[in-house]
């Protein structure tokens, strides 16, 4: 007898050994005992997860008469009766299947559908299945309409697909839709496992597991790359030979590839990434797969007893405590981007450096590294003495907190942060507005009015304040009344204010913050520019920066 491929051998003749779509098989079952049988149904889902399967054990619950020929539709077809034999062997002559791939025209389907009007020659009733029936054209649907609304009784259409946003809602709102999901890696592993078990054919586990990932939750994937890895493995299934037959990265090529990235050592990376190429690996499977790793990494971070018992459970954990849970999700996204830019690459080993490569680069806590906002870290100059001795008191306690590296912080806390005494007490007013200002916080209408003018005196009680005209609006009676009450705890309850509209000279806190955040996001600029990883991208690729999207760190 001729050999028969796996993916038939197997293929499931009744519902009970129908794998991963228990939500589907349960309602079939249900509605096949209560007699609530729809008269056309829809199954959807991606390649090989059982969608013509289904729909023949359908047919053969609808059609079986059990093996004393007496009885009625069930739920658990007998595979003996005449009508089961026949279903199984393609050749009962009322279950018509039709490639509508191949059969797309509209006088195709009339002919088909002229049919429905007679009665069944053998069995209790005619069905049809229509496979990949969104390949139908307009006209197809339009002529299958009435019929798949009120077709006789003793009609029943399943329709398949793996497209069905491409079915006209008028054909969607008249079938009972199943959507079959993909089947996880481990259930794909275990099926194969029983399988091998039943064939008598020996395995390792780890072969399974590679074969489960590869089939991208296909059964019929699986079953014939089962079939390769038999063949190829001279009738055993072993681990390092289906890794060799995939073209598949084992773990710990994985992990060591991640290693390196939590280590940030550059040199042992690129030598590893240059053994994958000389192992013909795929980088697009590599990549692929750490995301899965670090996938799981996540989840040791936050799920602990997710991390299971398997053989890399401890590489597991070890990555995971090293690498913090932001850097883990940004290598994820990283991975997943790299993965999707891959055909663009010069070639795949470049694009997968690339993507390793921004790995370390956007590595935290780094001089020089390049931040998630796109700007760079970096360490500002220290002032001269000439400098401080230059500068008023007030620009140089804000140049000096605007040296810092930028957060969420305004410059103006950054500014009281620098002032303050250490004890943490306010200081009185010294004729310094900025700092004063700065120093009080003050929010609202009275604190837009203060960074907004310029000191010109403070004698018996009076404060003296020029606003410049583009602001006049500030100077209005409510805006001083506010602002008066903010100040009167700190230069005396007969504080008086007097604010005039005139010429600046740019000494207001307003103006210092202003050219704070100039002076940071030049100094921003300069550090990209200077940024060796900027460099080699400019003059390797002939990237351009694009200076507006660049901010200082922490600035939204």
Known sequence: MAHQVLARKWRPRNFADVVGQEHVVRALANALETGRIHHAYLFTGTRGVGKTTLARILAKALNCVGQDGAGGMTSTPCGKCKACTDIDSGRFVDLLEVDAATNTKVDEMRELLETAQYAPVSGRYKVYIIDEVHMLSKSAFNAMLKTLEEPPGHVEFILATTDPQKLPITVLSRCLQFNLKNLPPQLIASHLSSILNAEQIKFEGAALDLLGRAAEGSVRDSLSLLDQAIAYGAGEVKADQVAAMLGALDQGYLFSLLESVADRDAKRLVGEIDQLAARSISFDMTLKDLASVLSRVALAQNVTERVGDGPDAPKVQSLAGKLKPAQVQLYYQIALLGRRDLALAPDEQSGFTMTMLRM????????????????????????????????????????????????????????????????????????????????????????????????????????????????????????????????????????????????????????????????????????????????????DFGAEVLRESIRPAGVQ
């Open 360 to 539: 370390l680069a956007f590595a935290d806590g780094e001089v020089g590294a390049i931040q998630a906002t796109g700007a760079v870290e970096h360490k500002a100059a220290a002032p001269t003495a000439a400098t401080y001795s230059a500068a008023p008191p007030a620009a140089r306690v804000i140049e000096k907190a605007a040296a810092a590296p930028m957060t969420t912080r305004t410059v103006a806390e950054n500014y009281v942060e620098a002032i303050s005494p250490v004890d943490g007490k306010k200081s009185g007013f010294d004729g310094d507005w900025p700092a004063f200002v700065a120093q009080l916080s003050l929010g609202g209408m009275a604190g837009m009015l203060a960074k907004q003018c310029e000191f010109q005196a403070f004698s018996n009680g009076v404060l003296e304040l020029v606003v410049a005209a583009s602001q006049k609006h500030l100077a209005e009676k409510a805006y001083q009344e506010k602002l008066r009450s903010e100040l009167m705890p700190h230069l005396g309850a007969s504080l008086r204010l007097n604010i005039r509209i005139g010429e600046i000279q740019g000494a207001s806190l307003a103006a210092h913050e202003d050219r704070a955040r100039t002076k940071q996001q030049a100094d921003a600029e300069a550090a990209i520019e200077q940024d060796p990883f900027i460099k080699n991208l400019r003059q």
